[in-house]
């Protein structure tokens, strides 16, 4: 429901949109409408390339994996910072919408596995492969931390960024050339870590 479909050329300023986070990056106008981050909304991240009749799904999370022991340890000391809550409010939005998803989509393909083919409605199982970083992006943004403009580091260590091992809003945020080479040489490394998985998935 409430879907439209639009062929177009994908340009500069789409991606423009697509990263504009309300509130903190301008909006873009295409056409006749204004756009923003369709995160936001997008409840089933994996649905649009469902209805496109997608057989097999290679989704890339920026959710940092932690061990049971990262994730007992404590990230802040005495009552949370403004920069902690906005970070879990965030992650609500882009990163735990796609682990719920995934998560459905496991559970679907197991289901239709166990019917037979003749009671799955024209069903069929879709391959999943999820993609995540070796490292902490939150940890690894506050490395950065310092490189951005003063009027937004002013704003960003009010909300306490310093107060917390892992300031998950600056990972969203930061923009720096630093950090996004970073992130590519992470990605790289991390893909040719998992070569062999990801041929595998793409050929079988």
């Not at 902690?84 to 919408?97: E, I, K, R, T, Y």
């Not at 306490?160 to 040489?185: C, H, N, W």
Request: net charge neutral; no cysteine.
């Amino acid at each position: 429901p409430q879907r439209r479909t639009e062929h177009t050329t994908i340009t500069v300023d789409h991606i423009m949109a697509s990263a504009a986070l309300p509130l903190l990056f301008p909006a873009v106008k295409l056409g006749n409408a204004w756009y923003g981050d369709g995160g936001v909304r997008l409840t089933a991240p994996l649905s649009p390339v469902l209805h496109l009749g997608a057989r097999r799904i290679m989704a890339i999370s920026n959710r940092y994996a932690r061990s049971r022991r990262e994730a007992e340890e404590s990230h802040i000391h005495g009552y949370p910072p403004p920069a902690q809550v906005a970070g879990v409010l965030l992650n609500a939005v882009f990163l735990d919408l796609l682990d719920n998803d995934a998560l459905r989509l496991e559970r679907l393909n197991r289901l239709l596995e166990a019917l037979p083919e003749d009671k799955r409605h024209g069903l069929e199982p879709v391959k999943l492969l999820v993609l995540r970083p070796s490292v902490d992006l939150g940890k690894l943004s506050s490395q950065f931390e310092a490189q951005l403009p003063r009027s937004i580091r002013f704003l960003t260590r009010g909300l306490g960024t310093r107060e917390t091992k892992s300031p998950d809003v600056l990972s969203l945020i930061l923009f720096q050339p630093d950090y996004l080479r970073a992130l590519m040489e992470i990605g790289e490394q991390d893909a040719e870590a998992r070569s062999e998985e990801i041929a595998e998935f793409l050929s079988d």
